[in-house]
C-alpha cells in the first residue's frame, strides 16, 4: 500500500486495518509455534493447519473418524494437532496416559470440558478440584459405596429398571421401533435420582429432568452466554437443579440426625458428614469444607453430571451388543436362570455370583469405553517424554479407548471371555484398563456403574425380549461427546 492511500484512510478504517494486521501476524506467529514445536518434538501430525480454527471443523464433521485418523499416526505414543488456536497432543500410549491422568495440579495438568464447563458446571465442581481439598471430599465419599450401601442403591436400581421395560414393551406396542439411546438417558436420570435423593426430590421429579436435560444440551452447543441461547438457558437450569437439591440436604440432614437409616446415597454421605462435623465440633476445628448445604447440593449436582452420559452410553451399548451377540445373551439368561429361578429380586450378595453377566459387562466397558478421552488442560510446561514438553497451555487428549486396546489379545474382538476366571485379562492388563480413569480422579462411582449394568444386563435377559433393527448407521461410532452406537434401533415384547 503507498503513503498517499494509507494517509487517505479515515481513522476508523485504519484501526480496522492494524487489527487485520495484528491478527494476521499472530495467525503466522501461531502456526510457526506449532510448526517449530512438533518439529523439535519429532511428532507425526499436520504441519500447518488453518489460522485459528485448526482441524476443528474436521474434528466437529466426525470426531470419531477424525481422532482415528490421529490415532493410527501413532497407534501407541503421542501426535499433535492444532485445534481453536492450542496445540493439542493426542495421547495413545497407555503408560503416558497413566502418567498424565495421575499428574493432577495446578501446576501439571487440570481437566478441560467445555469451554463454558464452569458456567454449566460451576466453578466448585469436584471434576476441576485439586489438591487437599480434593483428596479431604473423595475421602468423604467412602461410605457411599460399601457392601451394604450398594445394596440398598440395588433395590432403587431394580425396581426403576423393571418399570422401564415394562414402559419399552408398552410403547413397543404402540410404535415402530425406538431409538434406545433416549430411552436409556430417562432410565439412568430416573435411576441415578431415586439412587441419589430417591426420597427428598417427589414431586418435583419432571421438572428435575427437564432442568437437567436443558443443562445437558448446553454441552454440545456453542459457547455463547446471551438471553435465549442454550448455555443461558443451562446456567439458570442448573441453579434451580442446586437449590432443589439443597432442600434435600436439608431434610437429609433432619432425617439421619434423628436417627433415621439411610435410604439413598445423599442419606449415606449425610451420615458421614454429621459424624465430620459431630468430630469437628468436639475438637473445636473448622467444620469440612463441603459440609454446608450448599456445597453439599452442588456436589451432589456433580454426582448427577458425572453418573448421567457415561452410564447412558454403557447401557445403550450393552443393547446394541447383546443383540449382535445372541450367543453371550443366551449364556447370560442361562446364569440369571440358574441363580434366580424364580426371579429372586437382586441383592449385592447375587449380584456378586455373577461371574458370567459380570465376564459380559467388564468386556462391554473395555471394548466400548464410553469416556473416549479425558481431556487436559496443560497448566504449565510439562515434560511428557524425551522429546516432547507439553507446551503450557496446550490441550492433552489421553486416550482411554486406545489404552482399552493396548496389551489385550486380539484387542478389537468383543470377548467376554478374556474376562473369565480362568484368563483373566482384567487382571493381567489392568493398567491398560482406563475406562474409569486412574488417579485422585478415578471414577467415584464406578462399583456403583458396573452393578447398575450389571443389574440391567441380569434384567434385559429375563424380563423381556428385544431385536435390533439395523441400518447403514449401526456400526458407526458417533461422539455425544461419550460414545454410542450409530443407531440402536429397537422392539422390546
Ligand atoms: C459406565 C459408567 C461410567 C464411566 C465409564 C465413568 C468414567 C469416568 C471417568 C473416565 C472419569 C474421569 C477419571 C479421571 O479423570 O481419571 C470419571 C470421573 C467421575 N465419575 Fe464416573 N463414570 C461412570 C459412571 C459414574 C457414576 C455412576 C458416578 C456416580 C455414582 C460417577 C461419578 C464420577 C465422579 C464424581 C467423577 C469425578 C471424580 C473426581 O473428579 O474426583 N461416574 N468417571
Redesign the pocket.
Known sequence: MDIVSFNSLSSGNLIILLVVITMICYFILEQLHYFWWKRSSKLPGPSFTLPFLGSIIEMVKNPYQFWEKQRLLDPQGVSANFLVGRITLFVTDSALVRAI?NN?SARTFL?ALHPSARLILGKN?????HGQE?KE??KS?LS??TRKALGVYLTLQETSIKSHLQKWIQLSKENDEMEMSFLCRDLNLET?QY??AGPYIGEQRDQFCHWYITVTKAFISAPVFLPGTNLWKAYFARKKIVALLENAVIQSKKYIGNGGTPRC?LDFWTQRVLEEMEEATQQDKEMPSYSNNRKMAE?LM???????D??T??LTWTLALMSDYPDVLKKVQEEQKRLRPNNEPLSFELVESMTYTRQVVKEI?RYR???VM?PQNAMGSVPLTENVTVPKGSFVMPS?WSSCMQGFPDAYKFDPDRMSPERQEDIKYRQNF?????????????E???N??IAFLALISTECKFQRYRTKKSDDIIYLP?IYPGDCLMKFV
Not at 125 to 129: E, G, V
Request: net charge positive; charged share 5%.
Open positions: 491422568l493432577n481437566l465442581n469436584i471434576a476441576f478440584m480434593h471430599l473423595r465419599f457411599l459405596f441415578s439412587v441419589f446415597l456436589t456433580d454426582f448427577l453430571f458425572a453418573s448421567q457415561a452410564s452410553a454403557s466397558l469405553p464410553p469416556a479425558v482411554i482406563l475406562t474409569f480413569g486412574i488417579g485422585p480422579h478415578v471414577c467415584v462411582g464406578r456403583y456403574a458396573i447398575n449394568l461419550t
